[in-house]
């Protein structure tokens, strides 16, 4: 072998090939001859692979590379999570966020928020505007208030209002958290709860029962800590998907109800008046009387006694059809009820859901109001405080698999609303862009006697957004239906 052959293959000379001056690299490299044999070994390179630009300063004891020794390590802190800005790293249980005036009591093994005011527990030297005391106790109109939020709010929607209401009924007002929200106990759903018939499953806190039953709670223990006669009924004031719940508890309850007055009522109007269809009942019936004497002459033709069999015939047959279609459409029901309910309680939901809130949720709580610019940071954190309890995530998807999988035998509400006998007030905003306020005004002329009325530049909170306005709408009807004069409105007006 050559001497220059040997030199390119010892691997005790490469270091100084790699990290030599540049001069005398590149002498190196001119005065190299080629190479006058071909290697054996034509898979492996004939520098060793320990001469590769790229490694470290280990391999080459006592040599300097540049930059390894400098290198810092570098670590990343792993990202926080958070929805809608509220951190979901350190989570807490609801009553530890509790604020100052707030109360808890259980209902059916649930811890439920709520808060009360009364109109005699208000310090006198509590500075209150001359708008709210347009009402005196002495001529209050003693029937306590219970205040039912809307979905995705909590009691905290109501604070504006608590104290002036309090003080037009001279009487307490109460408004609670529903489970799911605000500060109520989020209970974990065993899955066996939605397929067991038993009698003595536990109630599913997120069903429509348990809220309606809540609200009959709240309206015995308004009753117990009274004194007169009237606080054994009391005044439902419902917003949104609250306003639900307020017309179950009517007609679980019509009784232990004094008035209804819905809030932009998340309600789905029937596509026609129940008065249209009782017209049309009557003069289907007068035209069945017109027809049987006509029937009673073509019965005597041998013909139409055979047609009348075959009629007969096929009637049967369509009813045993239909009670087997009604057979499939309960199974098909039972399997679509327990695939949906397997969905929602997945991991995947609940980062579904998680994502939603985040991207979603401050734009809706902005979108509901006629001017967004006047949504507060204070509004904002009122409604995003419930984002900071544990399970909130799983508690909104179980209230969502009730609502969906609802397996009531009770008529659509919709279709009962013209069976509301008590005294009802519909108020909605012109600009109410979630539910449209051409809704509730088909709503009050299906529910008989029903007041209605429109608050101008207002969203879908009017309670919120049109605090003065709303409370005047309010105080017209209670005197109004309750027949108290109208001298101190008169004055307030001027």
């Known amino acids: 072998?050559?001497?220059?052959?040997?030199?390119?293959?010892?691997?005790?000379?490469?270091?100084?090939?790699?990290?030599?001056?540049?001069?005398?690299?590149?002498?190196?490299?001119?005065?190299r001859p080629s190479l006058p044999f071909r290697s054996h070994r034509p898979s492996q390179p004939l520098l060793p692979q320990a001469t590769s630009i790229t490694s470290s300063a280990a391999d080459f004891p006592g040599e300097h590379v540049v930059g390894d020794a400098e290198r810092k390590p570098t670590t990343r802190r792993p990202k926080r999570r958070s929805v809608a800005g509220v951190d979901q790293e350190e989570l807490v249980e609801p009553r530890e966020l509790a604020d100052a005036d707030s109360l808890f009591c259980e209902f059916n093994g649930v811890e439920i928020h709520y808060k009360t005011c009364h109109h005699a527990e208000i310090a006198e030297e509590e500075e209150v505007r001359e708008e709210d005391r347009r009402l005196s106790p002495e001529v209050a109109i003693a029937f306590p208030i219970i205040l039912l939020h809307g979905f995705g709010a909590s009691a905290f929607s109501w604070d504006r209002v608590m104290k002036p209401l309090s003080r037009l009924v001279g009487s307490k007002v109460l408004a609670f958290d529903r489970p799911a929200f605000g500060l109520t106990a989020r209970r974990t759903v065993r899955s066996g709860d939605d397929d067991d018939d038993s009698l003595a499953r536990p109630l599913n806190p997120y069903s429509m029962t348990f809220s309606v039953l809540a609200t009959l709670f709240f309206i015995d223990l308004l009753a117990a800590a009274g004194k007169k006669e009237e606080e054994e009924k009391a005044i439902l004031i419902g917003h949104s998907a609250g306003c639900l719940v307020a017309v179950e508890t009517y007609f679980e309850a019509p009784d232990r109800v004094a008035?209804?007055?819905?809030?932009?009522?998340?309600?789905?109007?029937?596509?026609?008046?129940w008065r249209i269809d009782k017209e049309k009942e009557m003069q289907k019936g007068n035209q069945n009387e017109d027809?049987?004497?006509?029937?009673?002459?073509?019965?005597?033709?041998?013909?139409?006694?055979?047609?009348?069999?075959?009629?007969?015939?096929?009637?049967?047959?369509?009813?045993?059809?239909?009670?087997?279609?009604?057979?499939?459409?309960?199974?098909?029901?039972?399997?679509?009820?327990?695939?949906?309910?397997?969905?929602?309680?997945?991991?995947?939901?609940s980062m579904l859901v998680r994502m939603i809130i985040d991207k979603f949720g401050i734009l809706a709580i902005r979108y509901s109001w006629f001017d967004p610019s006047q949504v507060t940071d204070h509004v904002l954190q009122g409604y995003t405080k419930p984002?900071?309890?544990k399970g909130w995530e799983m508690a909104l998807l179980e209230y969502t698999s009730a609502l969906l999988t609802d397996s009531s035998s009770k008529p659509p509400l919709s279709g009962r609303l013209a069976q509301i006998s008590c005294p009802v007030l519909i108020i909605t905003g012109d600009s109410d862009r979630l539910v449209p306020s051409w809704n509730a005004e088909h709503i009050s002329r299906i529910i008989p006697g029903s007041s209605f009325e429109v608050i101008k530049n207002c969203g879908h909170l009017p309670h919120e957004e049109r605090v003065e306005e709303f409370l005047f709408v309010v105080e017209s009807f209670l005197r109004r239906v309750f027949g108290f004069l109208d001298e101190q409105l008169i004055l307030a007006a001027a």
């Open 1 to 31: 072998m050559s001497h220059y052959g040997a030199l390119c293959l010892s691997p005790q000379v490469q270091p100084k090939l790699i990290h030599s001056s540049p001069t005398s690299t590149a002498n190196f490299r001119t005065h």
């Open 259 to 273: 008035a209804l007055i819905l809030v932009a009522p998340a309600i789905v109007a029937p596509l026609t008046l």
């Open 291 to 349: 027809g049987d004497s006509n029937l009673l002459i073509a019965s005597l033709n041998p013909f139409m006694r055979i047609w009348k069999a075959l009629k007969n015939l096929y009637i049967h047959l369509l009813e045993g059809v239909l009670s087997i279609l009604k057979g499939m459409r309960d199974m098909i029901f039972s399997s679509y009820t327990k695939a949906l309910s397997a969905l929602l309680r997945s991991a995947f939901a």
């Open 387 to 389: 984002l900071k309890t």
